[in-house]
């Protein structure tokens, strides 16, 4: 069983950044890809980054944060990261983080098995 924990979101003014951090309980975090997704309100759920296992060499970012966020991983501290520049107002959403059971790092959501309580980002303009 892995256990997820997001944090590092907060209120931000547009062109700000902020780090977001997912923290995961358990041993075999190592070789299980992990994913980013946010969910606006009254919005679907959109898969934002992902990461493969273990040593993260293939990434997937949404073209809507291409170039401005970063996804990188730090397996000796059970930890992935998704740092967020030049946020957008339209990035505004809560943000979660999920692994999979698997080091094979996948863009639907349902793949993944294990998720996080999520974090809330809020870009002001």
């Known amino acids: 069983q892995v256990q997820l924990v997001e944090s590092g979101g907060g209120l931000v003014q547009a062109g700000g950044s902020l780090l977001l951090s997912c923290s995961a309980s358990?041993?075999?975090?190592?070789?299980?890809?992990v994913g980013w997704f946010r969910q606006a309100p009254g919005k679907e759920r959109e898969t934002v980054s992902t990461i493969s296992a273990p040593s993260g060499t293939t990434t997937y970012y949404a073209d809507s944060v291409k170039g401005r966020f970063t996804i990188s991983r730090d397996n000796a501290k059970n930890t992935v990261y998704l740092q967020m520049n030049s946020l957008k107002v339209d990035d505004t959403a809560v943000y979660f983080c999920?692994?999979?059971?698997?080091?094979?790092?996948?863009?639907?959501?349902?793949?993944?098995?294990?998720w996080g309580q999520g974090t809330q980002v809020t870009v002001s303009s």
């Open positions: 999920a692994a999979r059971r698997s080091p094979v790092s996948v863009r639907a959501s349902l793949a993944y098995d294990y």
């Open positions: 358990g041993r075999t975090f190592s070789s299980y890809a």
